[in-house]
């Protein structure tokens, strides 16, 4: 019997961070679905491709050791580029995609899988991802 007082411990806190980022992408998939029905391919290859980009960027950071050999996080960087394109899909879940990173840089702080410097490094995903989903308001007009 499972007792609300019972603390987790460090392998049940890695299996939920293993688990956040891929349910953050289910999300955003059936979201983008929901949401923009035939258009959903489109936002989804600009978004997996931010995410793809941003991944890349930080393993050849931290295969060159530029700060160290974790810097940037690259999960939470992975994180921020779903939740920025979690953000362009519904501008009012804004609240749930902070929620999130702040529970899940939380989560690998408490776990000791990054430091607060890696994850602050992880931040170059925001700009990254703006460039997949910003459309200049000529372009927008002529795609309508």
Known sequence: MWIASKRMNFHQLDRIADLCN??????LICLAFATLKSRAWPFLLRNGLAVVVVQQLCKYAQKKEVWGE???STHFAVALA???GLVVLKRRLW???LAYLIGY???MLFQGYHTPREMLGALFAV???LLFHYRPKK???LAS
């Open 70 to 72: 974790n810097f940037p």
């Open 82 to 84: 779903l939740c920025f």
């Open 127 to 129: 700009p990254v991802a």
């Open 105 to 107: 840089g939380a989560l």
């Open 139 to 141: 372009a927008r007009s």
């Open 95 to 97: 609240p749930v995609a």
């Open 22 to 27: 891929p349910l953050l992408i289910l999300a």
